[in-house]
Structures are given as structure tokens and as C-alpha cells.
């Protein structure tokens, strides 16, 4: 019983149970139902939403290509016009070619009639010249190669005939326009320059109040003269010149010192070894003092700086040089002046060029203790003294024992030899005179086809007189060349000079 009740419990219970969890689970079902509603209308939404923006796109697209395809249209179109001007124009220029080919081929075939006439004709001349050849040979009695070679001949006459003249009429036309320019150059340069004096001579000769000072000089056994010697460096000549002595010695600031001396010896009146050697010291620095002064005063006047104090003393000691009678001190700054002012006309470097030419015969300051020419010498010195390259290079080249690097260098050749050409510059001893002028003559008589040859203008001009039978125009200007180059290389002299090649042909008849 009581299990029975307790089954019919259970029974009801879940019976209960069931239909609770029923209820549960329908309202749950409705609740989801109603949530896939709601989502299933807003996708539907969507879907319209979405259809809708399709349609506005695909209406977009349409217009899009709609416009597009109307540019294409027009462009094709465009194209199509263009396509069919460019036909037109091809066609014309076909055309055209068409005719110019016409005309090209008629021209060929009146070149082609013309080449067969010019055949024929020349055909003809040849059989003329031929003949006419045939008929000179047995005229002539002469064979074609001797006619060839005797025209040859006489072309070749002709033709070195006008190669002479040319070549005068041009060697003349750059000769003038060389010389007017150089001499306008050069006349600048020495009417600038101006100098007050070319030539200078030392001293060597001190003259006496009166012959009773030889005496005095000689001293007692010759003691004076032997301290004067000795102190000095020089040798004192007292020979029958009438109130003189005569001052001898390599060495032109020994020289100096020795005249600076005695002078003051001859005035004072007391002469006495003591007194010679207190004399002579002051002598030496007094002339120093003159050579430091005389290197300064040329470097201020040119307006060269910068040299080192031993250039400025071995430039001052050139005050006591003289070569060929002109003082080397005035001609080294009238050089630099020169070749200053061509450098300036030239526009090439004028401080380098003065600078050169102030130091170019610096050498010769001491070549009575060095060995060696003055201008290699002297480019030592200056290099030693830190002078640039360039200016060593003007100092060696200037007489050619050194090939010139650059114009400034050959500038101060120029300006060297101008100083020492000029009128009065130097003087010349009669034999060296008459030696030049017997060496010119004789170096002109040596070469073939020289009638005659005279050296005049003070050997500075060479007239050669040729035979005209052996020495045609182009032979004389090639003979006037070469004893140029052979004066050059085998004489030394001041200045240029002039070779006149004359050549004349007579023709004499007698009418009888």
C-alpha cells in the first residue's frame, strides 16, 4: 500500500515535472522564435538596403561607361580624321616622289646620251692628239718622254721661281708687321727708361799733386808701397806717367779700397805703414758702406723686393765692374727697366722679369774667385739665396748656356742685349773690331756662289754679292739663312746683324 502510494507520488510529480519543464521550454522556444523574427526582418532590411546600393552603383557604372565610351567615340573619331589627313599627305608625297623619280631617270638618260657624246669626243681628241703627236715628234725629231721631261723642266723653273717670290712676299710681310711691332715695343720701352748714363769706368789711374809724392809713396826701402800692397791686395805701378800711380788688380773692390787709400793717404800727407793700415781700414768700410749703399739704392729704384742681404751686397759690388767700358751696375738696372716695361707691353709676368734682369749679372760679382761662366755662376748664388726658380732660369739662360723656360726669360736676354747695343753703351778695342769684320767677310766668301761680300755700319750690317749663274731667288734666301745660323754659332757679338743677299742678272748686248 504505501508502495503503491509512494509509486502513484513519483507519478504525479513527474507528471508535474514534465509539464513544468514543458511550459519552460515552449517559452523559450517563443522567445528564440520571436529574437530569429527580428534578426530574419533587419537581414531582410539589409538585403534591400544592399540591393539598393547595387542598383545605384550598376546606374553609376552605366553612366560611367556611358561617358567613357563617348570619349572613346570622339577620340576614335579624332583619329579617324587625322588617319585620313596623313593618307592625303602620303598620297601627295607619292606623288610627288613618283614625279621627282621621272625626272631623275630622264635626267640619267640625258646623262648616259651626254657620257656617249663626251666618249666619242674624247675619242676623237685622242686620235687628234695622236696625230697631232705623231706630227710634232716627226717635226721636233723628238721623243714623247724628251718633250715630257723638257716640260717638266720648265714647269719646275716656273714653279720655284713663283715659290720664291712667294715665299719673299710673305717672309717680307711678317718681317714688317714683326718689326713695326717690336719696334714699337721697344721704342716704348727706351723712351720710358730714359737713362742719364750708359758708361762708366772705374778708376784705376790716381792722380799726384806732384811727382815729389812717388817718393813718399815708395817710402824708405819701399816699405809703403810694399804695406800699401800687402794691406790692399793690389799692385801699386810708379812708372815715368807724370804725377800718377797706377792701380793694378783683378779684384775691382781691392781696386776701390787701394784708390780709396791712397787718396786719402796724398791728402792727410802722412804716410807711414801705421798710418797706411789705420787708413786702409777705414777705406774698406767706407767703401762697404758705398757697396751696401749702391745694392740699396738699385733695388729700391727698380722696385724689386724681397732679395736677401747678401744679393743686396753682391749687387752693390757691381758699382765697381765694368764690362766693355759700361759700368755692369747701371746696365744690370737699365735692364730691369727694360725688361720690366716689354713684360708690361707683353702682358707677361713684370715683377719676375725685373727681378731677373737686375740679377742676371750677379755671377759677376764674384767670378774673380769663382771659376765658371758669370750666368751659371750667378744662378747658383741666386738659388742659393732663395730666389724662385723661374728668376734662377732667366739668370742662367740670358747668354744660352741654359735653355729658357719661359718668356720672361727670354725677355731678359732681349732687354740684356738691348743695354748693351745701344749707341755708347760700350766701347771696343780697333782689333776686336777689325777681327769681327775680317770674320764676317770670310766667313760670307767661304760659301759657294759668293762673288763678293762687304762688312759695313760698323760690322753690324753683311752685304754678300752672289753669281746670279749659280745662285737662283729661292737658293739666295736659303744662303742668307744659313750664314745667319753660322755667324750665330761661331761668333760672339753685341747686338744683330744684318745679312743683304744681292743677287743681279745683266743682260749686255753690242749693237755694231
Do not use: W
Request: glycine share 6%.
Amino acid at each position: 500500500m504505501d508502495v503503491l502510494v509512494a509509486l502513484v507520488v513519483a507519478v504525479i510529480v513527474g507528471a508535474l515535472g514534465f509539464g513544468v519543464g514543458y511550459l519552460l521550454q515552449s517559452r523559450v522556444f517563443t522567445a528564440k522564435k520571436v529574437e530569429l523574427e527580428t534578426q530574419r526582418a533587419e537581414i531582410q532590411q539589409k538585403i534591400a538596403q544592399a540591393d539598393a546600393q547595387a542598383k545605384d552603383i550598376i546606374l553609376k557604372a552605366k553612366d560611367q561607361a556611358l561617358v567613357v565610351r563617348n570619349e572613346q567615340e570622339a577620340d576614335n573619331k579624332r583619329r579617324r580624321v587625322e588617319l585620313s589627313r596623313e593618307d592625303d599627305q602620303l598620297r601627295q608625297r607619292r606623288e610627288a616622289l613618283d614625279k621627282r623619280l621621272e625626272q631623275i631617270e630622264s635626267r640619267n638618260r640625258k646623262l648616259e646620251n651626254r657620257e656617249k657624246e663626251a666618249d666619242r669626243a674624247k675619242a676623237r681628241m685622242d686620235e687628234l692628239e695622236n696625230k697631232k703627236l705623231q706630227e710634232i715628234q716627226r717635226v721636233a725629231a723628238m721623243s714623247a718622254e724628251e718633250a715630257r721631261q723638257l716640260l717638266l723642266q720648265a714647269v719646275e723653273k716656273d714653279t720655284r721661281q713663283d715659290s720664291a717670290r712667294i715665299i719673299r712676299e710673305i717672309e717680307a710681310t711678317a718681317k714688317e708687321e714683326g718689326e713695326r711691332r717690336a719696334r714699337e715695343i721697344l721704342t716704348t720701352a727706351i723712351e720710358r727708361v730714359a737713362s742719364d748714363q750708359v758708361v762708366e769706368s772705374t778708376v784705376s789711374l790716381v792722380p799726384l799733386p806732384s811727382d815729389e809724392m812717388k817718393g813718399r809713396i815708395i817710402g824708405k826701402q819701399g816699405r809703403n808701397i810694399r804695406a800699401i800692397e800687402m794691406l790692399t791686395g793690389v799692385d801699386l805701378v810708379v812708372d815715368d806717367t807724370p804725377e800718377a800711380v797706377i792701380i793694378s788688380s783683378h779684384n775691382p773692390i781691392r781696386r776701390e779700397v787701394a784708390r780709396v787709400s791712397l787718396q786719402k793717404l796724398i791728402s792727410d800727407g802722412r804716410i807711414h805703414p801705421g798710418r797706411i793700415e789705420k787708413i786702409v781700414e777705414s777705406a774698406e768700410e767706407e767703401v762697404n758702406k758705398s757697396i751696401l749703399e749702391a745694392g740699396e739704392a738699385a733695388v729700391l729704384e727698380t722696385g724689386v723686393g724681397n732679395l736677401h742681404p747678401e744679393l743686396v751686397k753682391m749687387l752693390g759690388s757691381l758699382k765697381f765692374r765694368t764690362s766693355y767700358g759700361q759700368n755692369v751696375l747701371a746696365h744690370v738696372v737699365e735692364t730691369s727697366f727694360l725688361a720690366g716695361m716689354i713684360a708690361a707691353e707683353l702682358k707677361a709676368d713684370v715683377k719676375a722679369a725685373k727681378m731677373g734682369a737686375l740679377l742676371h749679372d750677379i755671377g759677376k760679382a764674384v767670378t774673380h774667385e769663382v771659376g765658371g761662366a758669370h750666368a751659371i755662376i750667378g744662378a747658383e748664388y741666386a738659388r742659393k739665396y732663395g730666389v724662385p726658380e723661374n728668376v734662377c732660369n732667366m739668370i742662367a739662360s740670358h747668354h744660352g748656356e741654359v735653355e729658357p723656360k719661359s718668356i720672361e726669360a727670354v725677355l731678359v736676354t732681349a732687354a740684356d742685349a738691348i743695354s748693351g747695343a745701344r749707341p755708347g753703351a760700350r766701347r771696343e778695342s780697333l782689333e776686336q773690331y777689325l777681327k769681327r769684320v775680317e770674320a764676317l767677310e770670310g766667313m760670307a766668301n767661304a760659301m759657294p756662289g759668293v762673288q763678293q761680300s762687304y762688312a759695313i755700319q760698323a760690322g753690324r750690317e753683311l752685304r754678300i754679292i752672289v753669281k746670279p749663274e749659280q745662285i737662283d731667288d729661292l737658293s739666295a734666301i736659303n744662303l742668307s739663312k744659313l750664314i745667319a745660323r753660322k755667324i750665330e754659332e761661331n761668333l760672339e757679338y753685341p747686338g744683330q746683324i744684318k745679312i743683304t743677299v744681292i743677287r743681279e742678272q745683266r743682260a749686255v748686248e753690242y749693237a755694231k
